[in-house]
């Protein structure tokens, strides 16, 4: 799976989207549902969910006349191998910087 580095940080980078996706990564939840647990407008609750959806990090399907929201666990652990992959990168650069300031 290819994931979209750019969508997908930008769409973690805000707490409210964090928050949804961590209640759709539980159990599947309409819009509307999601709208209430937040002092925001639905509007702003379906722009996030947007958002997380660009990001691949949740999925909407259409039951009737609700739209319900399921995290998409695959993504995130996509983004953690990413993360993984520069975290190895810059341990491996910090390592060679460390050995040359410690030759004399």
Do not use: N
């Not at 980078?13 to 539980?26: E, K, N, S, W």
């Not at 983004?79 to 910087?97: C, F, K, P, S, V």
């Amino acid at each position: 799976m290819v994931v979209d580095a750019d969508a997908l940080f930008h769409a973690l980078a805000d707490p409210t989207r964090r928050d949804i996706l961590a209640v759709v990564l539980h159990e599947q939840h309409s819009v509307s549902d999601l709208a209430r647990r937040y002092p925001i407008s639905f509007a702003a609750v379906h722009k996030h969910v947007g958002a997380l959806e660009r990001a691949g990090l949740v999925t909407k399907t259409r039951h009737g006349r609700e739209q319900r929201v399921r995290g998409d666990v695959a993504t995130l652990r996509s983004a953690h191998r990413l993360l993984d992959e520069l975290e190895t990168l810059w341990r491996g650069r910090i390592d060679r910087m460390e050995q040359v300031l410690e030759c004399p």
